[in-house]
């Protein structure tokens, strides 16, 4: 029986290349155990307005000597995100639909960690294009020591009973390949080009914007426009 995973950092709202990833694989697991990294995708995604491409960021604090499970939410930034994407899509098509399940994760929730709260949009998202992989954490299973990272993947892989492994590109630059030939397991490369264009506000089509973008353009037509996501 063929069973594939992929495992990935939390995102604040990610592009629908990460979405994509996750309908494409059995379990997806969130590995929120690794050093957070400042200026990067776990707090912050961007949006369009009628002035570019603009970032929205999760204030995090100063202290980057954190696992991104241990990164805690203090700040009060929620109404202002909210406020954001409300002033930039509310004239989209789908913007009244998206909004009744979006806004109260922004207006009548607290989220008080980074791990938790990039989850909990991710599952809110997956239910509403109809993505039904199974999301896990790392450590709900047995997460090996100090040891190399290509390590602690197959050593998750084969925890979770994978057969096959999907990663993103990038991650060639570290990966030893080696490991999951040893293990048994199919290492896949995951191909984020070739994602049609949707109708899009303001000017140009730009591709690597959060989700929420397509999902205030197309609504539940979001599948239309991604690879692996069933109608």
Not at 100 to 106: A, I, K
Not at 148 to 153: G, K, M, Q
Not at 193 to 218: K, M, R, T
Request: with cysteine; aromatic share 14%; glycine share 4%.
């Amino acid at each position: 029986m063929t069973k594939r995973i992929a495992i990935l950092q939390s995102n604040y709202i990610p592009w629908k290349g990460y979405f994509d990833m996750i309908a494409a694989v059995d379990e997806f697991i969130l590995y929120d155990d690794m050093q957070f990294t400042k200026n990067d995708w776990r707090n912050r995604n961007l949006i369009k307005t009628p002035q570019g491409v603009q970032w929205i960021t999760v204030p995090v604090g100063q202290d980057i000597r954190r696992r991104i499970c241990d990164v805690e939410l203090t700040s009060v930034w929620q109404s202002k995100h909210w406020k954001t994407l409300h002033s930039n899509y509310r004239r989209a098509p789908f913007f009244d639909e998206v909004a009744r399940w979006l806004e109260p994760l922004y207006m009548a929730e607290t989220h008080t960690g980074l791990s938790q709260m990039n989850r909990k949009f991710m599952e809110a998202i997956c239910q509403y294009v109809g993505i039904e992989t199974r999301i896990t954490n790392c450590w709900d299973y047995e997460l090996l020591g100090d040891t190399a990272r290509t390590a602690r993947l197959v050593d998750l892989c084969q925890q979770a009973g994978a057969t096959h492994y999907l990663s993103g590109p990038a991650a060639k630059n570290y990966i030893e390949a080696q490991l999951f030939d040893d293990a048994r397991i199919v290492l896949q490369w995951f191909d984020y080009a070739c994602f049609p264009e949707y109708p899009q506000l303001w000017g140009e089509f730009v591709h690597g914007v959060s989700i929420l973008d397509l999902l205030f353009n197309c609504g539940k037509s979001a599948h239309r426009y991604m690879r692996h996501v069933k109608a």
